[in-house]
């Protein structure tokens, strides 16, 4: 058996499954996708599933790959259901976002991109996080935690383990469930509406 191809597999489905019902809430108007957030996350994701591609991760990046089609949905999904209240800081994220592409694409420096790319995805999931702070209950948590477990089976799905095939999965790990307990923690003190 391959390990790799069923724990990209896994991966693969736990993202399907967290997604659907964020997908349900956008429609029913109960989740509120941020623009900013949801376009960065997509140019990111979409520059580190081919960062790892290019170092050997393998079918570890399959599910990283798919993610970056998903954002770009919810991206578009944003500018009918999500929230646009940007800031200059979500605006710094934008631009660390194409900072991080251009470094790949121009001087071929996957190491220093795939930092670039983790570091930037990272605070880009801060302007989710104020909206979470501010709205908990604006927020699929599911889609957050099932988030979080996917990156695990990738990062076991990872034909090469490496700094550069790894970082971004762990970031995304860290984030996910950085933004899981913050609204839990903030929907214990928030009465729902």
């Known amino acids: 058996m391959n390990f790799s191809v069923l724990f990209a597999t896994i991966a693969v489905l736990l993202s399907l499954v967290g997604v659907i019902p964020y997908f349900r809430d956008?429609?029913?108007?109960k989740t509120t996708p941020h623009v900013y957030t949801w376009f960065v996350w997509m140019m990111l994701q979409g520059t580190g599933f081919?960062?790892?591609l290019s170092e050997g991760a393998g079918l570890g990046a399959v599910?990283?790959?798919m993610w970056a089609g998903i954002n770009a949905f919810i991206f578009v999904l944003s500018f009918k259901y999500g929230t646009k209240n940007?800031?200059?800081?979500?605006?710094?994220?934008?631009?660390?976002?194409l900072l991080a592409m251009a470094l790949w694409?121009?001087?071929?420096?996957?190491l220093l991109s795939i930092i670039v790319v983790s570091g930037i995805d990272f605070l880009a999931y801060i302007p989710t996080f104020r909206k979470a702070y501010a709205e908990p209950y604006s927020e699929t948590i599911s889609m957050y935690i099932l988030g979080g477990i996917s990156c695990i089976f990738s990062l076991l799905a990872l034909s090469t383990f490496s700094f550069t095939t790894s970082l971004y999965l762990i970031t995304v790990l860290v984030a996910n469930f950085a933004g899981v307990a913050l609204v839990w923690l903030r929907r214990r003190h928030v009465p729902c509406r």
């Not at 800081?89 to 976002?97: E, Y």
């Open 63 to 65: 599910s990283t790959g």
């Open 105 to 110: 694409f121009f001087l071929h420096n996957a």
């Open 86 to 97: 940007i800031t200059v800081f979500d605006t710094v994220c934008f631009v660390g976002a």
């Open 50 to 52: 081919f960062l790892m």
């Open 26 to 29: 956008i429609f029913r108007r």
